[in-house]
């Protein structure tokens, strides 16, 4: 019903920058929160960030001052801008969305933060 392709991952130095992407398409209208989840090996999987239709944000603790979640919902896309990217950021990162009682999920993108 849902689809969700995120792109933008890679390889990175530690203090550099990656913007990811991901596009919904399907039957996806109205009100829905998107976000992005990230998982590290040997790790659960956490928030990064969330951004509901209206536009409010949310962000995992570690990201605070160095993310920034956007959404264009006329293109029904969300963004995560990384900046001062650490080591302990590289992870898979997730894209979700939440459509009343349905969630959705990415197939993943992988970022790499090494030197």
């Known amino acids: 019903q849902v689809q969700l392709v995120e792109s933008g991952g890679g390889l990175v130095q530690p203090g550099g920058s990656l913007r990811l992407s991901c596009a919904a398409s399907?039957?996806?209208?109205?009100?829905?929160?998107m976000g992005w989840y990230r998982q590290a090996p040997g790790k659960q999987r956490d928030l990064v960030a969330a951004?509901?239709?209206?536009?409010?944000?949310n962000y995992g603790d570690s990201v605070k001052g160095r993310f920034t979640i956007s959404r264009d919902n006329a293109k029904n896309t969300v963004y995560l801008q990384m900046n001062s990217l650490k080591p302990e950021d590289t992870a898979v990162y997730y894209c979700s969305v939440r459509w009343g009682d349905l969630y959705y999920w990415g197939q993943g993108t992988q970022v790499t933060v090494s030197s």
């Open positions: 951004i509901t239709s209206g536009g409010r944000t």
């Open positions: 399907g039957s996806i209208f109205g009100i829905y929160t």
